[in-house]
């Protein structure tokens, strides 16, 4: 149903100071972030300096806020739309965002030090043993993605990595989700988030369609403890501790799954065996919809700014990610890619899981 106009002002308006904020305050928080960072290093010997180089396009600060603000026009249409709610802010208002943002700038020294001394293996690997390519301090983050710590600090991390724009990304995956559920009843489907992180994704889901049957599957035993926190008591959902290789998931009992931010994080011969599973779990006629980092071609523009962030950050698996054929993985499980478009910095891509020959 198309909004009146005094209703679609109110929306706007309301839209406008909530995202405005967020993207101003992540912003900050960015450019003294680097600010510091430049600090340091001037303290670092040169000879143990990492010079980050590319010769690709790099686009500046000014561009990528453009970007950002057509990421929120589209957030803006597609709650304009009813594809799904107006997005809050759950995690404590203003004292809350202060809070995160003394945990984010009290672990950025150690970042900085991990960066220079190559260090990403400061992990307690008997607390919960995991995978070996798990097992790793990942943007060379504190823990990991093994302690309550990390948890806390991650969703501030990726936000002003992205501009106070992470979860508006994250957000355009559930367009598909939503025209998929616009002919069907909720309450016969179910939904799985693989790798749901601290939980505020699968949050999201639970807010825009509430009668949804819904999982997260998470490795890290801390995070799959936030992710609970972080969705709160409510009836058909739940986090499940479990790796994306093995979903503890009956065959073909999934309607809708999503991966967010996981497959630059895997090995490739891991990402082939995440999307055999995926086809395992997802009924025939099910969607999964994908959304990671933009690959080398995507936006010919941001390619130089792609062949940085490893060089700056500890991803391991981040250079073989941006030229991997995904589609063809994904075809070779049983999937038909239906549609595929850019979002800022990520990419989505939206997958129809094909019948059993």
């Known amino acids: 149903m198309a909004l009146r106009p005094l209703e679609r002002l109110s929306t706007r308006a309301r839209f406008a100071l909530a995202q405005g904020a967020r993207v101003g305050w992540y912003g900050t928080q960015s450019v003294m972030s680097s600010r510091l960072v430049s600090r340091w290093e001037k303290e670092v010997p040169e000879e143990d300096r990492k010079r980050a180089q590319t010769d690709r396009p790099v686009p500046n600060r000014g561009a990528l806020l453009e970007d950002v603000r057509d990421l929120m026009r589209r957030d803006l249409a597609n709650v304009e739309a009813g594809l799904y709610p107006m997005p809050r802010d759950e995690q404590g208002g203003l004292s ?4 995160r943002a003394r945990l984010y700038f009290d672990d950025l020294p150690q970042v900085v030090r991990r960066r220079h001394t190559k260090s990403h293996r400061e992990l307690d690997e008997a607390v919960a043993p995991r995978p070996d390519y798990y097992q790793q301090n990942f943007h060379f983050q504190t823990d990991g993605w093994m302690s309550e710590h ?3 600090l991650y969703d501030t991390q990726v936000e002003t990595l992205f501009l106070g724009a992470a979860a508006a990304m994250r957000r355009q995956a559930l367009v598909p989700i939503a025209r998929e559920l616009a002919t069907r009843d909720q309450r016969g489907c179910s939904f799985v988030d693989v790798a749901c992180g601290t939980g505020s ?7 825009a369609f509430p009668r949804l049957t819904t999982v997260g599957v998470e490795l890290s035993e801390a995070y799959a403890v936030h992710a609970r926190h972080t969705i709160g008591r409510r009836p058909r959902t739940g986090t499940i501790v479990a790796d994306a290789e093995g979903l503890p998931l009956a065959d073909a009992s999934v309607d809708f799954a999503t991966a967010i931010y996981l497959f630059h994080e895997l090995p490739p011969e891991v990402r082939t065996r995440v999307a055999r599973e995926l086809a395992r779990a997802i009924a025939p006629g099910g969607l999964f919809v994908f959304v ?3 690959q080398f071609g995507d936006r010919p523009t941001h390619d130089g700014l792609l062949e940085l962030f490893p060089q700056l950050f500890h991803e391991p698996y981040y250079r073989n990610y941006l030229v991997a054929d995904l589609e063809a993985v994904f075809r070779d499980a049983g999937f038909a890619v239906e549609a595929s478009e850019t979002a800022f910095l ?3 891509t939206t997958f129809r ?3 059993a020959l």
């Open 150 to 152: 990390s948890a806390r």
């Open 353 to 355: 899981r094909l019948p």
């Open 96 to 99: 809350g965002a202060i809070e």
């Open 292 to 294: 990671d980092s933009l």
């Open 201 to 207: 994704f699968l949050r999201t889901v639970n807010r």
């Open 346 to 348: 990520s990419k989505v």
